[in-house]
Nanobody
Framework: QVQLVESGGGLVQAGGSLRLSCAAS????????TGWFRQVPGKEREFVAR????????NYADSVKGRFAISKDNVRNTVHLQMNSLKPEDTAVYYC???????????????????WGQGTQVTVSS
């Protein structure tokens, strides 16, 4: 079992920055990969970024490449998403998720995540 709790969301103006955090408990944090997703009401959940179990490898959606950075602290059992140059279209509920099956950074259509957090709202005003 893994428990994930997101924090750090809020309201920010376009061009601003936010740093999301996801605190994990349960299974040893350094043994599984973690991803960030986002969802807007009425739309499908969208992959944002993923980091390998070791923290050495990352993967990003094209829409956030160069603006967002995912990192993890295997001592504090936390994964972060630094979001810079935010745009109104980044507005969504952001979720972190744990993949206990694969420890790498690959994310594809068949990638499944075993545990999810409750989400944190990010709103970017224009």
């Amino acid at each position: 079992q893994v428990q994930l709790v997101e924090s750090g969301g809020g309201l920010v103006q376009a061009g601003g920055s936010l740093r999301l955090s996801c605190a994990a408990s349960g299974r040893t944090f350094s043994t599984y990969a973690t991803g960030w997703f986002r969802q807007v009401p009425g739309k499908e959940r969208e992959f944002v970024a993923r980091i390998s179990a070791s923290g050495d490898f990352t993967n990003y959606a094209d829409s956030v490449k160069g603006r967002f950075a995912i990192s993890k602290d295997n001592v504090r059992n936390t994964v972060h998403l630094q979001m810079n140059s935010l745009k109104p279209e980044d507005t969504a509920v952001y979720y972190c998720a744990a993949d206990l099956t694969s420890s790498g950074s690959y994310h594809g259509p068949s990638t499944k995540y075993d545990f999810w957090g409750q989400g944190t709202q990010v709103t970017v005003s224009s």
